[in-house]
Structure formats: structure tokens, C-alpha cells
């Protein structure tokens, strides 16, 4: 499976895990969040540049993860119209973090909060399959700039 990360150029040499806290895992959970395409990698990095534009200093991650995949899926239907909200993650922390304590998979999907017909993964990065992750690729990103300018309007 192809998985799809946008980042700042300095992160883009290596799968790196920062333990932040995110809308899935407590801070200290070293896990990767990657969508299943580059418009929705692109879209979920939209959502969180708050202003700030994108320019030459991002890059594109192709992140292969071995068939076949462990994985467990949270689907729309187990949860409220709440979890979508940005200053609240208390829906989404308790199942993300019960996946990440069980070990059971590499792979959690997760509708995005973006555009929820579509799916990100969190990659638990201390999973005995991690070793079999890889970094296939990184590209530059190259956006439209009537985005750039968009997001600049808000700054």
C-alpha cells in the first residue's frame, strides 16, 4: 500500500515519529499520519497552515507499508458529529490510543476530518512491522499558487 505525507523539507529524509499529540494518539505515541492520496495529504496540510502558505520548503512523501497490512478501521458509523472538531479530541484519543496499546496492527484508518469520505492512516512506528515501512520517495511540492494566496488572505 502507497501512503502519502506532506511536510516541511527538513523532516522529509527520514520516517520520523515526534510523539506530539494528534487527533488519534496522546503525546508520547510515536506514530506517522499519512492520507491515502497526495489532494488529501495536500488538504489536510491546508487545514493546519492556519494562514501560512506553502512554498519550496515542503515535500511530498511516497510511504510504502508491506502487503498485506495489519490494520484496524474506524469507521464513520461508530462515531459522533462531535469528533470532527478541531479543539476536541476526546472521541478520537481513547480509540486511537486503545489501538496503539493493544500492538495488534501497524495501520489505523481514519476518516479525515477534512473531507470524511476519505481515509488517513496513523502508523504505529514502534510495531514489529515498522522495520518494513519505507520511504520510497519524496517529490517537491508544487501547489497552485491562487492557494498560496488564498491562504495568505487569513494570516
Not at 63 to 90: F, K, T
Not at 101 to 128: C, R, W
Request: hydrophobic letters at 40%.
Amino acid at each position: 500500500m502507497l501512503i502519502y505525507r506532506i511536510v516541511h523539507k527538513i523532516y522529509s529524509g527520514s520516517l520520523f515519529a515526534s510523539g506530539m499529540r494528534g487527533r488519534w494518539n496522546s503525546a508520547g505515541n510515536k506514530v506517522l499520519y499519512a492520507a491515502e492520496s497526495i489532494p488529501l495529504a495536500f488538504l489536510e496540510n491546508m487545514v493546519r497552515r492556519q494562514g501560512v502558505g506553502f512554498n519550496n520548503d515542503f515535500r511530498i512523501m511516497f510511504i510504502s507499508v508491506p502487503d498485506p497490512v495489519s490494520m484496524e478501521v474506524i469507521s464513520l458509523d461508530g462515531l459522533s458529529p462531535a469528533w470532527r472538531n478541531p479543539n476536541d479530541y476526546s472521541e478520537c484519543l481513547p480509540l486511537g490510543d486503545k489501538w496503539y496499546q493493544d500492538g495488534k496492527s501497524i495501520a489505523l484508518k481514519v476518516p479525515s476530518a477534512a473531507m470524511p469520505e476519505a481515509f488517513n492512516y496513523v502508523i504505529n512506528t514502534v510495531h514489529k512491522e515498522y522495520s518494513k515501512v519505507e520511504l520510497v520517495d519524496v517529490t517537491n511540492l508544487v501547489p497552485d499558487p491562487r492557494i498560496e494566496d488564498i491562504l495568505k488572505k487569513y494570516h
